[in-house]
């Protein structure tokens, strides 16, 4: 990632900080509730169970309701893995090491048929809950200026994402980015037009 963004910007280091939190945070997780230890032993197909056992985990999981503490984590680790398995792959192909590519390349085939089952839909349940209980309070000019500097930070980190590796997902994320932006801009339009006629009263 260093040698990808060293000179794309200024801000790189705390996104690969950020990044590597990520991963660490799951590999330890699955260091104390499942067998694996290595970043490597994720990859073995066989292996993809305690995968989820520590994406869960990491996210807190509960079964009883199929929802997250931390939704956004359990979507974070969906990329994270097809992006180590990628690397894991090309590292092993490097290294005359073909079975650990076979399973690296196996690893993403179940990834992406299983994963939704396993993690996405929990996920994509918490999120909808969350949105029906947030309670709808009209933001101050002050915080939605706040809001709109951070997605615009995350609007050059998606496209710096998008330009590294273009995906179906790095695209998907920075449309989502650009949208939330316009409708910020809006937002801040309406509030201002509606200050002004309230001053004219």
Same mark, same amino acid.
């Given at each position: /990632?260093?040698?990808?963004?060293? #000179?794309?910007? &200024? !801000? #790189?280091?705390?996104?690969? =900080?950020?990044?590597?939190?990520? *991963?660490? =945070?799951?590999?330890?997780?699955?260091?104390?509730?499942?067998?694996?230890?290595?970043?490597?032993?994720?990859?073995?197909?066989? #292996?993809?169970?305690?995968?989820?056992?520590?994406?869960?985990?990491?996210?807190?999981?509960?079964?009883?309701? !199929?929802?997250?503490?931390?939704?956004?984590?359990?979507?974070?680790?969906?990329?994270?893995?097809?992006?180590?398995?990628?690397?894991?792959? @090309?590292?092993?192909? /490097?290294?005359?090491? +073909?079975?650990?590519?076979?399973?690296?390349?196996?690893?993403?085939?179940? +990834?992406?048929? =299983?994963?939704?089952?396993?993690?996405? @839909?929990?996920?994509?349940?918490?999120?909808?809950?969350? =949105?029906? &209980? /947030?309670?709808?309070?009209?933001?101050?000019?002050?915080?939605?200026?706040?809001? &709109?500097?951070?997605?615009?930070?995350?609007? +050059?980190?998606?496209?710096? /994402?998008?330009? %590294?590796?273009? $995906?179906?997902?790095?695209?998907?994320?920075?449309?989502?980015? @650009?949208? %939330?932006?316009?409708?910020?801009?809006?937002?801040? @339009?309406?509030?201002?037009? $509606? +200050?002004?006629?309230?001053?004219? *009263?």
């Amino acid at each position: /990632m260093f040698n990808k963004l060293k #000179n794309k910007g &200024n !801000n #790189n280091d705390d996104y690969i =900080r950020q990044k590597m939190r990520e *991963v660490g =945070r799951m590999v330890l997780v699955a260091q104390t509730v499942t067998p694996l230890k290595k970043v490597e032993e994720f990859f073995i197909p066989k #292996n993809f169970p305690h995968v989820i056992s520590a994406v869960k985990k990491a996210a807190g999981y509960d079964p009883k309701t !199929n929802t997250y503490q931390n939704s956004v984590f359990s979507t974070q680790a969906w990329t994270q893995s097809k992006k180590i398995s990628s690397i894991v792959e @090309s590292d092993a192909m /490097m290294f005359g090491d +073909h079975i650990t590519a076979e399973y690296a390349k196996r690893y993403r085939a179940i +990834h992406d048929s =299983r994963w939704e089952e396993f993690i996405s @839909s929990g996920a994509l349940n918490t999120l909808k809950e969350a =949105r029906w &209980n /947030m309670p709808q309070v009209l933001p101050f000019t002050q915080d939605v200026k706040l809001l &709109n500097f951070y997605m615009e930070n995350e609007q +050059h980190i998606s496209e710096r /994402m998008l330009r %590294i590796s273009p $995906t179906p997902e790095t695209d998907a994320a920075l449309a989502k980015d @650009s949208i %939330i932006i316009i409708i910020i801009v809006f937002s801040l @339009s309406a509030e201002t037009h $509606t +200050h002004t006629l309230c001053q004219c *009263v």
